[in-house]
């Protein structure tokens, strides 16, 4: 009984190739779903750009189509976010916690109370010359997400806005789009 059979390994090891490649299946999807963002349609691309343009009032300093041309002239210059460098992470980063020492508002409601935020808290933000103002409304993360889902969708690395993309963006030919020779 102490003879191996000849096959016993290679079948052994066949065994765990098998496991192995069964795994691999099964993880690879997982993980190439997780980059394409399975859940982006156009129904939350339009949520986003809803709360953009309402709840989160953003165009207010950066302009409806993103390229810091603000809707409201008293308002501060917001960035061009259609040349932005920031990835998806990057954008939920800077909605939620705002940019330090400048007037880029924070909307996460606790943004400042338990250290979510570049590790500080409200006490430490005197240290700055420039207060971020208070946001016209603050957001839950899902919206945060359905707004920087937008962002990618719609204006990070777009170029600058013209005739045609403003009616692609609008998905008509709006008053808006009149600011833009055909
Ligand atoms: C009160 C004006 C104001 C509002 C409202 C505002 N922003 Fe900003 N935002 C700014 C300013 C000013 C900057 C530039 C900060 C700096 O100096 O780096 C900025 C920067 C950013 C950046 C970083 C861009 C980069 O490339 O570094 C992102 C992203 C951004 N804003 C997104 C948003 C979104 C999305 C909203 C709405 C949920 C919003 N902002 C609302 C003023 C505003």
């Not at 993103?66 to 210059?77: E, L, N, R």
């Not at 005197?126 to 207060?131: D, Q, S, V």
């Not at 946001?135 to 937008?150: G, H, K, M, S, Y």
């Not at 170029?159 to 403003?166: E, Q, R, S, T, W």
Request: glycine share 8%.
């Amino acid at each position: 009984m102490t003879n191996t059979p000849p096959n016993f390994r290679p079948r052994f090891c066949s065994v765990v190739a098998v496991a192995f490649v069964a795994l691999g299946l099964a993880i690879v999807p997982a993980a190439a779903q997780e980059k394409e963002q399975p859940t982006l349609n156009a129904s939350d691309i339009a949520d986003g750009m809803r709360l953009y343009q309402q709840k989160g009032n953003c165009q207010a300093c950066h302009g409806w189509a993103g390229d810091g041309h603000k809707t409201d002239s008293q308002m501060p210059d917001g960035a061009n976010l259609r040349e932005t460098k920031l990835n998806r992470a990057g954008l939920v980063t800077v909605i939620k916690c705002g940019r330090l020492n400048s007037q880029m508002p924070a909307f996460d409601k606790f943004a400042y109370s338990d250290g979510r935020c570049y590790g500080k808290k409200q006490a430490d933000l005197r240290a700055y010359p420039t207060r971020m103002p208070d946001p016209p409304a603050t957001l839950q993360q899902r919206e945060i997400e359905l707004i920087a889902d937008f962002l990618v969708a719609k204006v990070v690395g777009k170029g600058p806005m013209d005739h045609a993309k403003c009616v692609e963006f609008w998905g008509s030919e709006t008053d808006a789009c009149k600011d833009f020779p055909k």
